[in-house]
């Protein structure tokens, strides 16, 4: 059975930070594109951030770019998004997904329709 479990979350102050985790486990995404979107109360969901399948190339929204890093361990089969100076408007429950498509060596997608497999997520709340 594949899983994708999220970790990490939690309340934080403005300004702090948090370091979440997506430990996969059933198969490994090793070979496969990684990403994190986020959904806010009577939000859509929404991209966060990708990562290739060697964490050589990633992508992020404009809203997270220069505060959000995400890695990868592909030994742990374990995918990271590291979030600094948080805000309130970052507050929302966040999932790891995983992309089982393959179109080039630099490939992930910001597109929630691309990933197969996701985790159930994990709430971050930044208050003010």
């Known amino acids: 059975q594949v899983q994708l479990v999220e970790s990490g979350g939690g309340l934080v102050q403005a300004g702090g930070s948090l370091r979440l985790s997506c430990a996969a486990s059933?198969?490994?995404?090793?070979?496969?594109?990684m990403g994190w979107f986020r959904q806010a109360p009577g939000k859509e969901r929404e991209f966060v951030a990708a990562?290739?399948?060697?964490?050589?190339?990633?992508y992020y929204a404009d809203s997270v770019k220069g505060r959000f890093t995400i890695s990868r361990d592909n030994a742990e089969n374990t995918v990271y998004l590291q979030m600094n100076s948080l805000k309130p408007e970052d507050t929302a429950v966040y999932y790891c997904?995983?992309?089982?498509?393959?179109?080039?060596?630099?490939?992930?997608?910001?597109?929630?329709?691309?990933?197969?497999?996701w985790g159930r997520g994990t709430q971050v709340t930044v208050s003010s």
């Open positions: 990562i290739n399948w060697n964490g050589g190339t990633t």
């Open positions: 059933g198969r490994t995404f090793s070979s496969h594109a």
């Open positions: 997904a995983a992309d089982l498509s393959y179109a080039g060596p630099r490939y992930a997608s910001d597109s929630a329709e691309a990933y197969e497999y």
